[in-house]
């Protein structure tokens, strides 16, 4: 079992910056993906960014490409999602999820969830 809690959630104006973290209650001894995934009101979650930890390989939405970075500590314990030239469409929710499987697929489907933290971008 893995818990994970995020944190870094604020309100910022357009163009901002902001950086996600979500840490895990124990070392990852296996190799995950790690992602991160929003929802807005009234809209359906979408995926943000995943890496797997095998291989630091990355996914990005379009939407986020250019603007945000994933990124995790050597220690497999923090995720991390920098997010620069932020937009009011950014505003959502946003959970941090692992699994122990490589990504790709529905590989969130058999993921541990954080609680959330709200990202508000005003314009």
């Known amino acids: 079992q893995v818990q994970l809690v995020e944190s870094g959630g604020d309100s910022v104006q357009a163009g901002g910056s902001l950086r996600l973290s979500c840490a895990a209650s124990?070392?990852?001894?296996?190799?995950?993906?790690m992602g991160w995934f929003r929802q807005a009101p009234g809209k359906e979650r979408e995926g943000v960014a995943a890496?797997?930890?095998?291989?630091?390989?990355?996914t990005y939405a379009d939407s986020v490409k250019g603007r945000f970075t994933i990124s995790k500590d050597n220690g497999k314990i923090t995720l991390y999602l920098q997010m620069n030239s932020l937009k009011p469409e950014d505003t959502a929710t946003y959970y941090c999820a692992a699994a122990p499987r490589l990504c790709g697929g529905s590989w969130w489907q058999s993921a541990y969830w954080g609680q959330g933290t709200q990202v508000t971008v005003s314009s």
């Open positions: 124990r070392y990852l001894v296996r190799s995950y993906c």
């Open positions: 890496v797997y930890t095998g291989d630091g390989s990355t």
